[in-house]
Antibody, heavy 118, light 110 residues
Framework: QVTLRESGPALVKPTQTLTLTCTFSGFSLSTSGMCVSWIRQPPGKALEWLARIDWDDDKYYSTSLKTRLTISKDTSKNQVVLTMTNMDPVDTATYYC??????????WGQGTLVTVSS | QSVLTQPPSASGTPGQRVTISCSGSSSNIGSNYVYWYQQLPGTAPKLLIYRNNQRPSGVPDRFSGSKSGTSASLAISGLRSEDEADYYCAAWDDSLSGQVFGGGTKLTVL
């Protein structure tokens, strides 16, 4: 059974750095073809892809947020960490992590709501 | 503004067939697979269609996907009340080296 769970602060202040952890089970990020992405969704708005890390440690970032994002993995702990610097109220959103692989391997966490407010 | 363009809304009555379009460019839909997601209120997106027109196991055959050039479509036949949800298309974009989503289409079953 594949599961992913996002964890991190529910509330951050403007200018602070957000650190989110995705803890997963049921697959290994050391397996060829696997990757984990972070996607966010502001309240009432569309999905926005943020970053992806591949099994071979290749990393990809949203061009509009690239300077603020860092994605990393700890294969031994089955965790992927996303940091986003200089948080702003417009970054208020539900943040999802999702595991992807060959064919229709496509699993999402339940999401975690992060509110940016002073 | 989303890279992939979807109509903001669509509607139909039970039993009808509805189609949702997704327009992109040569760097995304034109050269990569299209994926479709269904998002029910308060839940994470669920994969409906992968690789343009393939259904994961468990997805009813009422859902079908197609792609032509730089556009794609999701068709839902035999519309049911439980199909009322937001639908998103997605694809990899070679120019951006990132995944892109459509702006989402809210489907209402009248």
């Amino acid at each position: 059974q594949v599961t992913l769970r996002e964890s991190g602060p529910a509330l951050v202040k403007p200018t602070q750095t957000l650190t989110l952890t995705c803890t997963f089970s049921g697959f290994s990020l050391s397996t060829s073809g696997m990757c984990v992405s972070w996607i966010r969704q502001p309240p009432g708005k569309a999905l926005e892809w943020l970053a992806r890390i591949d099994w071979d440690d290749d990393k990809y970032y949203s061009t509009s947020l690239k300077t603020r994002l860092t994605i990393s993995k700890d294969t031994s702990k089955n965790q992927v960490v996303l940091t986003m610097t200089n948080m702003d109220p417009v970054d208020t959103a539900t943040y999802y992590c999702a595991g992807f692989g060959p064919y229709y391997f496509d699993y999402w966490g339940q999401g975690t709501l992060v509110t940016v407010s002073s | 503004q989303s890279v992939l363009t979807q109509p903001p809304s669509a509607s139909g009555t039970p039993g009808q067939r509805v189609t949702i379009s997704c327009s992109g460019s040569s760097s995304n839909i034109g050269s990569n697979y299209v994926y479709w997601y269904q998002q029910l209120p308060g839940t994470a997106p669920k994969l409906l269609i992968y690789r343009n027109n393939q259904r994961p196991s468990g997805v009813p055959d009422r859902f079908s996907g197609s792609k032509s050039g730089t556009s794609a479509s999701l068709a839902i036949s035999g519309l049911r009340s439980e199909d009322e949800a937001d639908y998103y298309c997605a694809a990899w974009d070679d120019s951006l080296s990132g995944q892109v989503f459509g702006g989402g289409t809210k489907l209402t079953v009248l």
